[in-house]
């Protein structure tokens, strides 16, 4: 495939690298990426670069993928370490537990004909755009020079136990009740991580889509969208489970349904997982996205916490984690982010601390959630649109006679009062503009989203 800028930038994006593979994305590439990326690490004075950890999800191109990129690291005279088929969390783990750069090969919820690699530095610290990828981007384009030397050595090392002994180390789950946990790992690697982390707990795991499969043959990976939730809710219903759990493809994502089948808020996770943290830490920062309910604001300070707000994405997050050495961080979108995780997130910490809270009390979650669910919310809902910025103007104008305050952060959010705001957020990749609303009652943001969705889609 010819290395020109357009078709390295279509694949390297602001995160990770994505494509279709076959069509976009090849060994070749991906063994270019691997060795710009041994240079970066390498020649980085705070990371005293030797080798690098590897590992890769249940897709049929990743192990040849996972592979190449060992080829390319190895090229450059670093070591690889192999940990074979892992969830992204698991990998992260791996360069905490390690001390080195690490590369994972997934591509996440996305239909099964794409892959993608998710790259950090030692302890996980993450590589974004303005973090390594642009500079990963332009030595490929350029030509990623030979490395004169010996080359480095390949070695396997199993790191399931070690992770889920961890993940388990950092929550108190002694004394919880014996409870029925259905989960949906959408034959991603939930399937792998879910028996060995949930294993010697006094829980009875009702499995749904355990099988890993990397074509997806029950549903998308996607837990964000509502119709992947479906067959979990249903499942929860026919087991009597007292809670289900949803991940996504590679399993750094973790959806909660109550025992009645209604799902539970990524915000309302927020909520709870944050006052158990500053629990054992008093007076900690909590980081949120503009997008959360302001209900984990006003939770925070009420506990004697530090709420920061930042923009919507894992690496702002990640940025504010380590700037603030804030003990945890959550999203709307359900990642969780966790100071003694190295910073990073992790689906399935946050699911423990879930089962904890449920499991030492007897309350059904449905009950133990309602004080964390202060608010409506509409959940983000997309248009799309030719102009974002034209259309955000139109809806501003629509709103200034009613609007307390606005701010930019990222795209605007308009403050109404008495509870009630919004967010209009342009996609950086798509002709798609988002719209969060939140409010004391349903009604009310009902009522919002038709006036804000009217003049929006005019």
Not at 316 to 335: D, L, N, P, R, W
Not at 398 to 425: C, K
Request: net charge negative.
């Amino acid at each position: 495939m010819a290395r020109t800028a357009e078709s390295v930038h279509a694949l390297i994006k602001a995160y990770d690298v994505r494509g279709v593979v076959g069509e976009q994305l090849d060994s070749d590439f991906v063994r270019d990426v691997a060795g710009a990326f041994a240079r970066l690490v390498r020649q980085d004075p705070t990371q005293n670069a030797t080798r690098v950890v590897i590992g890769h999800d249940m897709r049929a191109s990743s192990p040849e993928l996972a592979a190449a990129f060992a080829d390319g690291v190895t090229a450059q005279g670093l070591d690889v370490v192999l940990i074979g088929l892992a969830s992204t969390d698991e990998l992260y783990f791996a360069s905490g537990l390690l001390d080195c750069p690490g590369a994972m090969f997934t591509a996440s919820h996305n239909p099964a004909r794409y892959n993608g690699i998710k790259m950090c530095r030692a302890g996980a610290k993450p590589v974004g755009q303005d973090t390594g990828l642009s500079t990963i981007a332009n030595e490929v384009i350029a030509g990623v020079p030979g490395h004169e030397g010996p080359v480095g050595s390949v070695t396997e090392k199993d790191v399931l136990g070690d992770y889920a002994e961890f993940l388990r180390g950092l929550v108190n789950l002694s004394g919880i009740r014996p409870m029925t946990v259905a989960v949906d790992a959408g034959n991603g690697m939930g399937g792998h991580t879910v028996p060995a982390v949930l294993a010697g707990l006094p829980l009875s795991v009702e499995p749904l889509y355990f099988e890993l499969d990397g074509t997806f043959p029950n549903h998308e990976a996607n837990p964000l969208d509502p119709k992947n939730l479906v067959d979990l809710q249903e499942y929860v219903r026919s087991t009597g489970a007292d809670v289900g759990l949803a991940f996504d493809g590679d399993a750094d994502r973790c959806f909660v349904v109550d025992e009645k089948g209604d799902p539970v808020s990524p915000s309302a996770v927020t909520a709870l997982v944050a006052e158990r943290e500053l629990s054992k830490t008093p007076g900690a920062t909590v980081i949120h996205n503009l997008i959360t309910s302001r209900a984990v604001p006003e939770l925070v300070t009420e506990l004697g916490g530090t709420p920061v707000r930042t923009r919507v994405g894992h690496s702002f997050i990640k940025q504010q984690m380590a700037e603030t050495g804030a003990v945890f961080g959550g999203e709307h979108s359900a990642h969780y982010y966790f100071r003694d995780f190295w910073g990073a997130d992790s689906g399935m910490l946050a699911a423990l601390h879930v089962l904890a809270a449920l499991g030492e009390q007897d309350e059904p979650l449905s009950e133990l959630m309602a004080s964390y669910n202060k608010y409506a919310a509409s959940g983000e809902i997309n248009s799309t649109v030719e102009d974002a910025g034209e259309r955000t103007a139109a809806v501003l104008a629509a709103f200034v006679e009613r609007t307390a305050s606005v701010d930019r952060l990222d795209g605007v959010t308009v403050d109404l009062g008495d509870g009630a705001w919004f967010n209009l957020r342009a996609s950086n990749t798509e002709p798609l503009l988002r719209l969060n609303v939140e409010a004391p009652t349903a009604e009310q943001v009902d009522a919002l989203v038709a006036e804000i969705l009217a003049v929006v889609r005019a």
